[in-house]
């Protein structure tokens, strides 16, 4: 069989390889200690092997020469390991003491709050339009556009102390229509 894979049978070369390949694999898997490694320094081996076959001279059983070569293969592996190791993306953010998914995590709301936030909104709008018009208007300007008190004030043709309060039962108003709103969706 070992004649046949040398002049290239490539089924002799096959069954050759599968014999051992238990042996050879667990011959890896010790020196590497990892199974993906094992089996990529063991594909690299019979690769080799493969390639070197016609200079397998017979001086040593074929088993051995072949061993030979896994055992340098993981070997090289190993020194490759270790010249390039490599850390789980889970290890390194951990340093900073930030998970992956703290670390990589959209910092803005997420569709649940934009959609809670779009609802609260809307909830804020229904109850400004049920306002008065007269605290409805003064709410807006102080609060929607965003005037001092004196220039909504001097806007609405009003005194200062007449605007405040205007704003201030709009304010309660609202807190007390939205904060029902609020409970009434938070119950089940």
Do not use: C
């Not at 016609?54 to 592996?77: C, D, H, P, Y």
């Not at 009003?158 to 205007?166: D, G, I, S």
Request: overall charge positive; hydrophobic content about 40%; proline content about 3%.
């Amino acid at each position: 069989m070992i004649l046949a894979g040398r002049r290239g049978d490539e089924r002799a070369t096959e069954a050759l390889f599968r014999r051992d390949h238990g042996l050879l694999f667990q011959t890896a898997f010790r020196i590497l200690g990892n199974k993906q490694d094992a089996e990529d320094s063991l594909q690299d081996a019979l690769l080799s092997a493969h390639r070197n076959l016609k200079s397998f001279e017979g001086r040593s059983q074929f088993s051995t020469w072949l061993t030979r070569i896994v055992i340098n293969a993981a070997l090289m592996k190993r020194r490759s390991i270790k010249a390039r190791p490599s850390l789980s993306v889970d290890d390194i953010l951990h340093e900073d003491g930030l998970s992956g998914l703290a670390r990589f995590a959209d910092p803005g709301p997420d569709p649940e709050q934009i959609y809670l936030g779009a609802e609260i909104s809307e909830m804020i709008h229904k109850n400004i339009e049920q306002l008065s018009p007269r605290l409805r208007i003064a709410f807006q300007l102080r609060h929607v556009v965003g005037y001092s008190t004196g220039q909504a004030a001097k806007k609405l043709g009003v005194a200062e102390n007449a605007l405040k309060a205007r704003v201030w039962r709009a304010r309660h108003q609202l807190a007390e229509r939205l904060g029902h709103a609020l409970q009434g969706m938070a119950a089940p």
